[in-house]
Nanobody, 120 residues
Framework: QVQVVESGGGSVQAGGSLRLSCVAS????????MDWYRQAPGKQRELVAA???????NYADFVKGRFTISRDNAKNTVYLQMNSLKPEDTAVYYC??????????????WGQGTQVTVSS
C-alpha cells in the first residue's frame, strides 16, 4: 500500500508565495509521475502540474510562469512552488502519485489535500 501526504498549505495575501510538499511512502518499486491537482468549492478537481520520473514537467495554462513543480526521486517527494498567488488560486491542493508497488502491481494514490487560501 502506498500513502501520500501533502503539507505546506496556508493563508497568504495576493502576490505572496507558498511551497507545497508531497511525500509518497510504503511499498514502492517505482513512481512514474507525481501530479498536483486542486479543487475549489463548487468546482471540479483540475490538474495544476505534473512531473515525470525523468523530470519532464507540464503545467496548466493558468499557472504557467507562476508555479514550479520539482521532484526529489530519492525521497519520493514532489514540490510545488507557488508564486504571485491570486485569490482564484484558493483551493484544496491534492497530490497524486502513480507507479508500480513493491508487489509489482500498479498504484495510483491520492493524499488528503492541503488548503491554500489567498486573500485580496
Amino acid at each position: 500500500q502506498v500513502q501520500v501526504v501533502e503539507s505546506g498549505g496556508g493563508s497568504v495575501q495576493a502576490g505572496g508565495s507558498l511551497r507545497l510538499s508531497c511525500v509518497a511512502s510504503g511499498s514502492i518499486f517505482s513512481i512514474s509521475a507525481m501530479d498536483w491537482y486542486r479543487q475549489a468549492p463548487g468546482k471540479q478537481r483540475e490538474l495544476v502540474a505534473a512531473i515525470t520520473a525523468g523530470g519532464r514537467a507540464n503545467y496548466a495554462d493558468f499557472v504557467k510562469g507562476r508555479f514550479t513543480i520539482s521532484r526529489d526521486n530519492a525521497k519520493n517527494t514532489v514540490y510545488l512552488q507557488m508564486n504571485s498567488l491570486k485569490p482564484e488560486d484558493t483551493a484544496v491542493y491534492y497530490c497524486n502519485a502513480y507507479g508500480v508497488s513493491g508487489l509489482r502491481s500498479s498504484f495510483s494514490s491520492w493524499g488528503q489535500g492541503t488548503q491554500v487560501t489567498v486573500s485580496s
